[in-house]
């Protein structure tokens, strides 16, 4: 019975029922509130924005086609302009498709016309080489001499 009351009597006093704690005092200002201290409130505030500051400088950016862009306008821009890049006529493009009507720039080659015939056959052509021309190139060639 000795026994029981001795180890009853340690368990009450490590336990410390109805005292105060030892530990008091020991918290960090920073897990205390700040209630009413509009100057610790803003001091919290910048120290979190410095931290996310820190962390995100390491992060590589997200590309502009991989983010959530409801009501982003800026991103929705960005894409369209990346989807119609590639439907936009370049100048000099232009001036060489149409010199007439973008300007010099096709290094005088002069106007272009398709008709169907390769350079070695324009240049049979423009040697009189009818032997060596066929199908449509030997008809393109009599129809140019008069033949037809």
Do not use: H
């Not at 180890?7 to 336990?15: D, I, K, N, S, T």
């Not at 370049?90 to 096709?106: H, I």
């Amino acid at each position: 019975m000795v026994k029981v009351v001795v180890f009853l009597a340690a368990a009450a006093g490590a336990l410390n029922f109805g005292s105060k704690p030892t530990t008091a005092g020991t918290t960090p200002a920073a897990f205390k509130p700040a209630f009413g201290n509009p100057a610790q409130i803003a001091q919290r505030a910048a120290a979190r924005l410095a931290k996310q500051e820190e962390c995100k400088k390491d992060l590589i950016p997200t590309p502009g086609r991989f983010l959530f862009a409801f009501g982003r306008p800026d991103v929705l821009a960005a894409r369209q302009a990346e989807r119609c890049a590639k439907w936009e006529w370049s100048s000099e493009f232009l001036a060489k498709a149409r010199p007439d009507k973008a300007g010099v720039g096709n290094y005088g080659a002069g106007d272009y016309f398709d008709d169907g015939l390769t350079v070695l056959e324009r240049n049979q052509i423009a040697s009189g080489k009818e032997s060596f021309l066929t199908g449509g190139a030997k008809a393109a060639y009599r129809a140019r001499t008069g033949q037809f």
